[in-house]
C-alpha cells in the first residue's frame, strides 16, 4: 500500500506534512481535495479510520463553518457531512493513510508516526523550526 495524503497546496500544514513524505525517498499519492472534492463514503471511511468524526474534523477557521451555521452546538453529524460535500474546504487537512494508520496530521510532525523509517535529519517546517536533528532524532 502506498501513502495518499489528502492535500491542500495552499496550507502550510500540508506543504510541511508533503514535504516530510518526500523526505522519506517516497513520493506520495497526492490528492487535491478541493479539486477532486469528497463523497459521503469517502469521508465516513477516512474518518472512522483515523478515529474522527464530521465535528472534530471540521476546519472551523479559514473556512465558511460559522457562515452556514456549522459551529452551532445542534448541527448534526449528517449537516455537517452534507456541507462538507459541498464546500471541501470544511475538511480538516492533511489527512494521511499509510500501512501503519491513517491520521489528520496537525500539527504537521505528527505525520512522522505513520512512517516506517523517518527522514534523514536535519528535516525543518518551513517556518525553520526544526522537527529532526542530524542525527535523524525526534525533536517534537
Given at each position: 500500500m502506498s501513502i495518499v495524503i489528502h492535500h491542500n497546496p ?72 452534507n456541507a462538507m460535500i459541498e464546500h471541501p474546504i470544511l ?50
Open positions: 495552499d496550507c502550510g500544514t500540508s506543504r510541511n506534512v508533503l514535504a516530510f513524505l518526500r523526505a522519506t525517498g517516497e513520493e506520495p499519492v497526492v490528492i487535491e481535495y478541493l479539486k477532486e472534492g469528497w463523497t459521503r463514503p469517502q469521508l465516513l471511511a477516512l474518518f472512522a479510520a483515523a478515529g474522527l468524526n464530521p465535528r472534530s474534523a471540521l476546519r472551523e477557521t479559514k473556512s465558511p463553518a460559522e457562515a452556514l451555521g456549522l459551529l452551532e452546538p445542534g448541527a448534526s453529524d449528517d449537516t455537517l457531512l475538511v480538516n487537512r492533511p489527512i494521511v493513510c499509510t500501512p501503519k494508520g491513517v491520521r489528520l496530521c496537525r500539527p504537521s510532525e505528527t505525520v512522522l508516526d505513520l512512517l516506517d523509517r523517518l527522514p534523514p535529519g536535519p528535516l525543518f517546517k518551513e517556518d525553520g523550526e526544526m522537527i529532526l536533528n542530524e542525527e535523524g532524532e525526534r525533536l517534537a
